[in-house]
């Protein structure tokens, strides 16, 4: 009798148990399906990603969010829905290793930003089922499950990533590409001739971010070499023209001629180009000189502010007024200084132009004559001051 009322006991410990993981699993559900659906978790990894692997920091930031995002959503939905990794789930890690290979991310680096973005989400996940009383044995298991489903993954990625870079170093144009990357990114010149480039020749450099590397096509004419670079399209020509298969990129900067041995300085202007002008909303096909100022202006952000506070400090940025004050200035130095033409783009009479310049005046420095000598620097000092004060990007 006392054994049958210990098995007894034992059914409902074990009944109880299952009831208790049952109800501990419906928490995490609950749990991941919010974090699923939550920007900031998916921001989150992507930012752990990039900071812990510079390779891939230094790939656009919405390439590293696409996959990104594919692998949580195959984590979230082997854990949510299928119980397990789904045949296209686990080709999500497979594209990623791809194109990883294909933009020549070494190995070593996907998997230190792979390894940093699960560390993150894992911290995420736990402090999110922090308080919610979930026994601990059942928060090991979900965790240990999780993983499970995300050593998976990077073993796929491995797997993925050494059948492509053998499928590539199976060609000869994967030599001369990555030929090319050690010129572009380590300013490994020597490396020129392997790339099929004359190293006593002049080209011209095209760079775009197209964001998925299948859209990627060779160039339509022989004597351009394109390829993709840190997550760039990079197009080496000697023409200016370089002609590129559908679906063109919506931004592209393009060089001058320049002569081979100066591609990898080139290289980084144009990657500071290509970022200036995205931050300013421009698109098309862009000169590389044409955005010169806003590259400068970039590259000493800090400036802008400086001459604001010495230039503006008498006007109020919660002002209307001032703004407006400042934003008819603004407008007056992009259109030469010419009362007719500022009126005629902001819509107002001339006289109401002089009036606001003239109260400018009295609330700053504004119109007083430049040093004798100096009236571009004058005006450009102005133009920097304005943009930053209106919290405008410049030029």
């Known amino acids: 009798m006392a054994e049958t009322a210990g098995r007894a006991e034992a059914a409902g410990r074990a009944e109880a148990a299952g009831r208790a993981e049952a109800a501990g699993r419906a928490a995490v559900r609950r749990v991941m399906e ?4 939550d920007p900031a978790v998916l921001q989150g990894a992507v930012d752990a990603a990039r900071a812990g692997s510079p390779q891939v920091a230094a790939l656009p930031e919405q390439e590293v969010k696409r996959h990104i995002a594919a692998l ?29 290979a294909v933009q020549g991310v070494p190995l070593g680096a996907l998997l230190d930003g792979f390894r940093a973005a699960r560390t993150q989400v894992f911290r995420c ?17 979900v965790l240990v499950e999780l993983d499970s489903y995300a050593g998976e993954l990077q ?23 990555q030929a090319l990357r050690e010129v572009l990114v380590d300013g490994a010149t020597d490396r020129l001739a392997a790339a099929g480039l004359d190293p006593a020749g002049r080209y011209h450099l095209l760079v775009a971010d197209v964001g998925d590397p299948q859209l990627v096509r060779e160039g339509s004419r022989p004597d351009a070499l394109s390829a993709l670079v840190e997550g760039y399209l ?8 370089p002609v590129l298969a559908p679906p063109v990129p919506d931004l592209t ?24 002008a995205r931050r300013r ?39 209307a007024l001032h703004r407006q004050l400042a934003r008819t200035a603004l407008g007056y130095l992009d259109h030469g200084s010419r009362i007719d033409r500022t009126a005629r783009a902001l819509h107002v009479h001339p006289n109401t132009v002089k009036h606001r310049l003239r109260r400018l005046g009295e609330l700053t420095s504004f119109g007083e004559p430049p040093p004798t000598g100096a009236v571009l620097a004058h005006a450009l000092r102005w133009r920097w001051a304005l943009a930053s004060w209106l919290d405008e990007p410049w030029p």
């Open 125 to 141: 996940v736990a402090d999110r089922l922090d308080g919610t009383e979930l026994p601990f044995r059942s928060l090991v298991e």
């Open 253 to 276: 900067v393009h060089s001058p001629l320049v002569a081979a041995v100066d591609l990898p300085a080139v290289h980084r202007l144009c990657r500071a180009a290509l970022t200036a």
């Open 72 to 100: 949580l959503a195959a984590v979230s939905s082997a854990f949510i829905d299928t119980g397990g990794l789904a045949r296209e789930q686990v080709g999500s890690a497979a594209r990623l290793a791809a194109d990883r």
């Open 155 to 177: 073993q796929r990625l491995i797997v993925a990533y050494r059948e492509t870079e053998l499928r590539l170093l199976a060609t000869s144009r994967a030599a001369r590409i």
């Open 34 to 37: 919010r974090m699923r659906a």
């Open 234 to 241: 990079c197009v080496v020509a000697e023409r200016a023209d």
């Open 281 to 319: 909303g421009l698109s098309g096909g862009r000169r590389l000189t044409e955005l010169a100022p806003a590259v400068a202006a970039d590259g000493a952000a800090a400036m802008g502010p400086l001459l604001a506070a010495e230039l503006l400090a008498g006007l109020d940025a919660t002002d």
